[in-house]
């Protein structure tokens, strides 16, 4: 039997999150705020484990219905959502993701960090052993890298085909790098360290070869989205992971959920990128444009990308009126 010290206990909950519902109305979620839909969501699983209980006294069958029709309620109100607005994926890119992206920043830098470090392996490595390139790349890579040659002219001649699995693989890792946080970050640490490994040994090869302006000449165009949509999605992975890792005060089915609903938001905005990166690396990056074409290209998209994430959806400074 249920104790009444319980029951008091867990009413003022019940009655909060009915309170949350009945603000909802026929607006669903858009009429709460942050905090509250966080409450919202905490209350609702917490009232769920609530009704586990109560369903196993016999005598208590009064409150399971009362507590599972709150649910339902609350069921409805959470995964009813916001009703679909024409600009709300234009304003999610616009205003949403940039301040996201700032939001969890170190993330993406430590994403970033474990690259750069993996490419600086990859190349002391190489100039250590010679036969590590030829070990990690394979013999008809480096054939044709010893040869002077570009790998990527093949592209040119598919240019749509080439650039469809161009964009599918980039997105395979870009999902995997989220996707495996939920190892603890294990699984996104070994695909950025091991992508960051083959970078270091293709520059070094292709810097013994004589080749680093023909190398240059083809991944800055599109490299210069290509790469920071890699970190950011490393980043996503890496959040996952934290808040697996690292629940504090919340129960960490919790924190995970939280965790990955930000993570998975974070990953959403490299998909636009990854999309003219691939167009670019099939279109771009593998003709004959020289140089002084494709480097203030790239100048120009790593700008523009970089003055979107560090400035759209800032509030604009007011100005103090003179004392």
Sequence with gaps: ??????LNKRKPHWARLTQLVDRSGSRGVSALTHSELQELGL??????????????????????????????????????????????????????????????????LAAFAVFLAATATGFLLSLYDPAFPRYLLGGPMMDTIERREMWTHSIVTV?????????????????????FGITAGLGTLY?????????????????????????LNFVTPHGVLELPAIFISGGAGLLLAHGLLFPRLLPR??????A??????????????????????????????????????????????????AYAS???????PPS
């Design 159 to 179: 240019k749509p085909l080439a650039s469809s699995a161009i964009l599918t693989n980039n997105l395979a890792v870009a999902f995997a790098a989220f996707a």
């Design 43 to 108: 209350l609702y699983r917490q009232t769920a484990s609530d009704l586990s209980t109560v369903r196993e006294d016999p005598a208590s069958q009064q409150q399971a219905r009362y507590l599972n029709q709150l649910l339902g309620r609350a069921h409805n109100v959470i995964y009813m959502g916001r009703r679909s607005e024409p600009g709300g994926i234009l304003r999610f890119y616009r205003e949403t993701y940039p301040q996201i992206f700032r939001d969890t920043l170190p993330y993406t």
């Design 260 to 309: 990955g609903g930000q993570a998975a938001r974070l990953l959403l905005g490299t998909i636009p990128l990854l999309i003219v990166a691939g167009f670019i690396e099939g279109y771009v990056s593998p003709t004959d444009l020289p140089a002084r074409v494709k480097f203030p290209f790239a100048a120009v998209m790593a700008g523009l990308l970089a003055l979107y994430l």
């Design 1 to 6: 039997m249920l104790s009444a010290r319980w």
């Design 191 to 215: 695909l950025l360290f091991l992508n960051g490994l083959l970078f270091g040994v293709i520059i070094t090869a292709c810097w013994q070869a004589g080749m680093s302006l023909a190398l």
């Design 253 to 258: 089915r919790d924190s995970l959920a939280r």
């Design 314 to 320: 800032r509030p604009a400074r007011q100005a103090t």
